[in-house]
Structures are given as structure tokens and as C-alpha cells.
């Protein structure tokens, strides 16, 4: 059975409630429960953190055996090579996931620092980004 940990960033625990226009109306927990539900042969587990050494701890505890981790940084993906670093001192494959289209967006949002050290990225598919990152991981 594949363990997976999704890591949620800052100001993801407002989705449903935080600017629904470009992240929907739906609250996570209730998106995961349905995740679960959907991969009942996988093992999901969830964190979330609006503290940037929180995210690097979990990526510490669950990066030399866990078969991989879906990581929505939220705006430190933009800032932080702290967290780059972090997911390069592990062994577990990190998918870089963005419920909306960052491209799209304003500028600042274009560069991710965290990119280069994930296996991929999966970005603009609202929440379906995560079962996206969920199937990469399953396939493998
Ligand atoms: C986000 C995109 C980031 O730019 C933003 O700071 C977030 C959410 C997304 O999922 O679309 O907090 O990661």
C-alpha cells in the first residue's frame, strides 16, 4: 500500500472561505474525505501549516519513508529555498501541486523556487490538481 502525505501551505486552511472566485467553494477536508474515499488502496495522510518550518519538518519526518508527498507551498513556493533545500535533503518524490493556474496570474507568481527539486508540477486544475498528483504517484 502506497503512503502518500498531502502538505497544504499557508492560508490553505481558509480554502472554501478565502477568495472562493479563484480557489472554489469547497473546504479541504471535505475534498480529502472524498480522496480517500476515491484510493482506498492508498494511504493518505494530511498536514497543513502557515509556518514555513513546520512544512520543512514534516518534509524531514515523512521524506525517508513515505512513497511521496504532494506539496501546495502556497505563496512560499514563490519565496523559499528553505523549502527547495528541504525537499532536495530527502528521498521521497515531491509533487508540486497549485489549485489555480499560476501563469495565469500576476507575476510574482510565476517563479517557483521549489520546482526544480520536485519530481513535477501540476497546476490549474482547482482541487483535481491533488488526485492528478495522486495518479502520477499511483502509477509509479
Ligand atoms: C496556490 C498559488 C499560490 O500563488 C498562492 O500563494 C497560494 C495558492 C494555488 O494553489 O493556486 O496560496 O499555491
Do not use: W
Request: hydrophobic letters at 40%; glycine letters at 8%.
Amino acid at each position: 500500500m502506497k503512503k502518500i502525505l498531502i502538505l497544504n501551505g499557508p492560508n490553505l486552511n481558509l480554502l472554501g472561505k478565502r477568495e472562493p472566485e479563484i480557489y472554489g467553494h469547497r473546504g479541504f477536508m471535505d475534498y480529502y474525505e472524498a480522496l480517500q474515499a476515491r484510493y482506498p488502496d492508498v494511504e493518505l495522510s494530511y498536514f497543513q501549516s502557515n509556518i514555513e518550518g513546520e512544512l520543512i519538518n514534516k518534509i524531514h519526518e515523512a521524506g525517508f519513508s513515505l512513497d511521496g508527498i504532494i506539496l501546495n507551498a502556497g505563496a512560499y513556493t514563490h519565496t523559499s529555498i528553505a523549502l527547495h533545500d528541504a525537499i532536495r535533503s530527502v528521498t521521497t518524490p515531491v509533487i508540486e501541486v497549485h489549485i489555480s493556474n499560476v501563469h495565469q496570474r500576476e507575476e510574482f507568481r510565476h517563479h517557483s523556487m521549489i520546482s526544480a527539486a520536485c519530481m513535477g508540477v501540476i497546476c490549474g486544475f482547482g482541487l483535481d490538481s491533488y488526485r492528478l498528483a495522486v495518479e502520477a504517484m499511483v502509477g509509479k
